[in-house]
């Protein structure tokens, strides 16, 4: 069998495969960071450290709920280009959207846009919030040329109160370009609001440039973190809006433990009264602060060009067994959605799994997402199995 192109090799130019630092057995290829990453060992260390804390909460001061929140609110703000004073700590992209959901302007009878096949977490929010207000949600249909951002761009009118897309498509990794879209919100009026759940961290975003009302990402697929906390971006257009929760730690001077008795209906500054209730969370947060040190230490860009040579390895050798996948240009570097023109082969994903090698199947398209933590070897058994099925 044909060895995978050098590109994919352990030592490939720009970061060096960094298995080393997961715990992944030799014998499993595992593909599928777009459903859920390992997480470094070094995040387990710090999440099981935190863990621990509480097994002496004697030791635990009222500062402690405030330094480790902040210190990773920044990590993610440093991420997208943002300053801290615009993220606020969510467990989900639907609570997330749920924030968005409640505070954009929406006059009866609008819409909001959305793409044929997006996540329903940003989608759910906004079929609410369009039958609460006698309004439509608009889906654009896949473009034929392949380009979102045209497709989006052409369906904004008067009408349209938000533009809730993400900036890769979960199901094949389409490429919604995000700066074009902006520019089309701007012009109308209509709120952007992002979840780049399947990119952050492997595909670079700069705040400034995209100029978001809303971008929320969940921290345990590209971010490498733990399940259950993730971040959302607000624009300061909004820091005065109304929070999901009423909470106390979101309340000015809520330092002051013993003062909380002292009911105040001023916030912390900036996004903070958006946290979600128990955002300080003893466990969670110091694993999330561990990965996105890793990933600052990484750097996005060089993640992004080593994830895009990746992929187009395994896209090039597909393509040689006559299976399709968006041209480069159409698609995040990082992801992959490999089609099957002849139909998916049955028990296909099964004989995958047995050989130890895990992706997952949305739509008709087989996901094929890796992250640093894939050499060589893993492409091989992918292909393995493919070329013994196909
Ligand atoms: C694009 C995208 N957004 C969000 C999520 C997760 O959403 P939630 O945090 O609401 O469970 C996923 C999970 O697969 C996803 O692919």
């Known amino acids: 069998m044909a060895r995978a192109p050098d590109i994919v090799k352990c030592n490939a130019p720009m970061i060096p495969c960094q298995r080393h630092l997961f715990d992944i057995p030799r014998e499993v290829a595992y593909l599928n960071c777009a459903y859920i990453s390992p997480i470094p060992s070094a995040t387990r260390a710090a999440g099981q450290a935190g863990m621990a804390r509480k097994s002496r909460p004697w030791e635990l001061t009222p500062l402690d709920f405030f330094t480790e929140a902040e210190a990773t609110r920044n990590l993610f703000a440093g991420l997208i280009g943002a300053t801290a004073e615009d993220i606020a700590v969510v467990p989900s992209v639907s609570y997330g959207i749920g924030i968005a959901a409640a505070n954009v302007a929406f006059r009866k009878g609008q819409t909001v846009i959305t793409l044929a096949e997006q996540f329903p977490s940003n989608v759910y929010p906004w079929r609410r919030l369009a039958a609460d207000r006698k309004g439509s949600v608009v889906t654009i249909p896949p473009p034929h ?20 897309v993400p900036n890769c498509l979960w199901t094949d990794g389409g490429l919604i370009d995000l700066e074009r879209v902006s520019d089309a919100c701007r012009e109308s009026g209509a709120a952007l609001v992002i979840d ?20 929320v990402s969940a921290c345990y697929k590209w971010l490498l973190g733990p399940y259950s906390l993730g971040f959302i971006y607000i624009s300061p257009d909004y820091h005065d809006g109304r929070p999901l929760e009423q909470t106390w730690i979101g309340r000015e001077n809520s330092e002051d433990f013993a003062g909380l008795v002292n009911y105040r209906d001023t916030f912390q500054p900036g996004a ?45 050798r597909a393509q040689s067994l006559g299976l399709i996948s968006r041209p480069d240009d159409q698609r995040a570097g990082h992801f992959l959605g490999i089609r099957f023109p ?49």
């Open 196 to 215: 780049a759940t399947q990119s952050l961290g492997a595909l670079p975003l700069d705040i400034g440039r995209v100029r978001p009302d809303f971008l």
């Open 145 to 164: 040329d392949g380009d979102w951002a045209a497709a989006v761009m052409s369906a904004i009118d008067a009408e349209t109160a938000v533009v809730a």
């Open 272 to 316: 903070r009264r958006f946290d979600v209730g128990e955002r300080s969370n003893f466990a969670l947060m110091p694993a999330a602060r561990a990965s996105l040190e890793l990933i600052a230490d990484w750097g996005i860009d060089q993640i992004a060009a080593t994830l895009g040579g990746l992929t187009r390895g395994i896209a090039a």
């Open 342 to 390: 002849n139909g998916m082969p049955e028990g296909l994903v099964g004989r995958l799994s047995a050989a130890g090698v895990h992706v997952s199947v949305r739509g008709t398209s087989m996901r094929v997402t890796p992250h640093l933590y894939n050499d060589a070897e893993d492409v091989d058994r992918l292909f393995e199995v493919l070329e013994s099925t196909l």
